[in-house]
């Protein structure tokens, strides 16, 4: 399962913002949802959050890290329960690198938050 979050320009303005979506892959299926709504002048194409001039954007921001949060994990069990990544002893030692990457990772974005 993968999750983002972007800005969508195809779909066109609304009352002169275009819809931010959080956008949900899984087994080849996509499902879209309009989570909120930015000028692109307000919006950070970077890194996908809104810009601090954003009206909304501590609302915005905290639903979009929450959606972060719970997207991590869940590529960390897809990475740490494949089994084909516990059988040969590289793939362990890789598989051991991830999930210390992940953690800090999640560390950052905890701390980010605060």
Do not use: C
């Amino acid at each position: 399962m993968k999750a983002t979050v972007k800005l969508y320009k195809n779909d066109g303005k609304s009352k002169g913002l275009y819809p931010v979506k959080l956008i949900i892959t899984h087994q080849k299926k996509i499902k879209r949802k309009t989570i909120g709504y930015s000028l692109a002048e307000d919006w950070n194409t970077l890194h996908e959050l809104p810009k601090t001039s954003h009206d909304d954007y501590e609302d915005l921001y905290g639903l979009i890290m929450e959606y972060r949060k719970k997207a991590l994990p869940l590529k960390f069990k897809e990475l740490v329960y494949n089994p084909l990544m516990l059988t040969h002893p590289i793939r362990v030692i890789v598989t051991r690198l991830i999930q210390v990457m992940l953690t800090r990772l999640i560390q950052i974005n905890l701390t980010h938050l605060i």
